[in-house]
Protein backbone atom coordinates (compact mmCIF):
# COMPACT_ATOMS: atom_id res chain seq x y z
CA UNK A 1 0.00 0.00 0.00
CA UNK A 2 1.16 3.51 -0.13
CA UNK A 3 1.61 5.88 2.51
CA UNK A 4 1.67 9.65 2.24
CA UNK A 5 2.88 12.32 4.41
CA UNK A 6 1.81 16.41 3.70
CA UNK A 7 4.28 18.79 5.09
CA UNK A 8 4.60 22.27 4.92
CA UNK A 9 1.80 24.24 5.99
CA UNK A 10 1.41 27.19 8.53
CA UNK A 11 0.49 30.72 8.49
CA UNK A 12 0.62 33.01 5.91
CA UNK A 13 -0.79 36.52 5.09
CA UNK A 14 -3.06 37.32 2.14
CA UNK A 15 -1.64 37.21 -0.68
CA UNK A 16 1.43 35.27 -0.06
CA UNK A 17 2.87 32.02 -0.73
CA UNK A 18 2.97 28.48 0.63
CA UNK A 19 4.45 24.86 -0.95
CA UNK A 20 2.90 22.11 0.20
CA UNK A 21 4.61 18.41 -0.02
CA UNK A 22 3.20 14.86 -0.28
CA UNK A 23 6.04 12.35 0.50
CA UNK A 24 4.94 9.09 -0.34
CA UNK A 25 6.75 5.70 0.50
CA UNK A 26 6.53 4.86 -3.21
CA UNK A 27 7.33 6.17 -6.63
CA UNK A 28 3.52 7.42 -7.45
CA UNK A 29 3.80 7.39 -11.40
CA UNK A 30 1.12 4.57 -11.66
CA UNK A 31 -1.39 6.79 -9.14
CA UNK A 32 -3.47 10.09 -9.33
CA UNK A 33 -2.30 12.48 -6.96
CA UNK A 34 -4.99 14.29 -5.48
CA UNK A 35 -4.70 17.40 -3.00
CA UNK A 36 -8.22 18.30 -1.19
CA UNK A 37 -8.98 20.90 1.53
CA UNK A 38 -11.47 21.22 4.26
CA UNK A 39 -12.57 24.26 6.17
CA UNK A 40 -14.60 24.36 9.53
CA UNK A 41 -18.50 24.32 8.15
CA UNK A 42 -17.46 23.42 4.59
CA UNK A 43 -17.51 19.96 2.68
CA UNK A 44 -14.16 18.91 1.59
CA UNK A 45 -13.27 20.19 -1.68
CA UNK A 46 -10.88 18.81 -4.33
CA UNK A 47 -8.64 21.55 -5.25
CA UNK A 48 -5.89 19.46 -7.47
CA UNK A 49 -4.62 16.41 -9.09
CA UNK A 50 -2.24 15.11 -11.09
CA UNK A 51 -3.41 11.79 -13.30
CA UNK A 52 -0.94 8.76 -13.22
CA UNK A 53 1.16 7.78 -16.60
CA UNK A 54 -0.10 10.75 -18.64
CA UNK A 55 0.49 13.19 -15.64
CA UNK A 56 -2.60 15.13 -16.43
CA UNK A 57 -3.03 18.15 -14.23
CA UNK A 58 -6.55 19.85 -12.68
CA UNK A 59 -7.52 22.36 -10.80
CA UNK A 60 -11.06 23.70 -8.98
CA UNK A 61 -12.32 27.29 -10.27
CA UNK A 62 -11.14 28.55 -7.19
CA UNK A 63 -7.63 28.03 -7.02
CA UNK A 64 -7.09 28.21 -11.07
CA UNK A 65 -3.92 29.88 -11.82
CA UNK A 66 -2.91 30.41 -8.55
CA UNK A 67 -2.02 26.96 -7.30
CA UNK A 68 0.34 24.61 -9.22
CA UNK A 69 0.59 20.52 -8.90
CA UNK A 70 3.57 19.13 -9.98
CA UNK A 71 5.43 15.47 -8.58
CA UNK A 72 9.02 14.38 -8.27
CA UNK A 73 9.27 10.73 -8.15
CA UNK A 74 7.87 9.76 -4.35
CA UNK A 75 7.09 13.23 -3.80
CA UNK A 76 4.21 15.95 -5.20
CA UNK A 77 3.39 19.31 -4.69
CA UNK A 78 1.38 22.24 -4.50
CA UNK A 79 2.53 25.05 -5.03
CA UNK A 80 -0.36 28.14 -3.65
CA UNK A 81 0.50 31.48 -4.67
CA UNK A 82 -1.77 34.88 -3.92
CA UNK A 83 -3.27 32.89 -0.87
CA UNK A 84 -6.94 34.36 -0.28
CA UNK A 85 -8.04 33.62 3.49
CA UNK A 86 -10.83 30.91 1.69
CA UNK A 87 -7.64 29.22 1.09
CA UNK A 88 -7.34 28.45 5.00
CA UNK A 89 -8.50 24.83 5.79
CA UNK A 90 -6.97 20.97 6.31
CA UNK A 91 -4.88 20.07 3.33
CA UNK A 92 -4.68 16.20 2.36
CA UNK A 93 -2.86 14.75 -0.51
CA UNK A 94 -4.48 11.18 -1.76
CA UNK A 95 -3.87 8.57 -3.98
CA UNK A 96 -5.59 6.49 -6.49
CA UNK A 97 -4.63 4.14 -9.24
CA UNK A 98 -4.91 5.38 -12.30
CA UNK A 99 -6.73 8.98 -13.64
CA UNK A 100 -7.91 11.76 -11.26
CA UNK A 101 -12.18 12.22 -11.19
CA UNK A 102 -13.08 15.05 -12.86
CA UNK A 103 -17.51 15.24 -12.53
CA UNK A 104 -20.18 17.01 -13.78
CA UNK A 105 -20.79 20.44 -14.96
CA UNK A 106 -18.88 22.70 -13.17
CA UNK A 107 -15.82 19.72 -13.84
CA UNK A 108 -15.39 19.45 -10.17
CA UNK A 109 -12.19 17.28 -8.59
CA UNK A 110 -14.04 14.19 -6.80
CA UNK A 111 -12.47 12.18 -3.63
CA UNK A 112 -14.37 8.45 -5.00
CA UNK A 113 -12.02 5.61 -4.77
CA UNK A 114 -8.84 7.54 -3.17
CA UNK A 115 -7.66 4.64 -1.12
CA UNK A 116 -4.78 6.56 0.84
CA UNK A 117 -4.69 9.81 2.71
CA UNK A 118 -2.07 11.56 4.40
CA UNK A 119 -2.82 13.37 8.08
CA UNK A 120 -3.12 16.38 6.87
CA UNK A 121 -1.08 19.99 6.99
CA UNK A 122 -2.78 22.90 8.64
CA UNK A 123 -2.94 25.83 6.40
CA UNK A 124 -4.31 29.66 7.27
CA UNK A 125 -4.50 32.97 5.51
CA UNK A 126 -4.60 35.79 7.72
CA UNK A 127 -3.79 38.95 8.39
Known amino acids: QVQLEESGGGLVQPGGSLKLSCAAS???????IGWFRQAPGKEREGVSCISGSTGATHYSDSVKGRFTISRDNATVYLQMNSLKPEDTGVYYC???????????????????????WGHGAQVTVSS
Open 94 to 116: AARFGHCIITGPTRRIGDVHFDY
Open 26 to 32: RFLDIYA
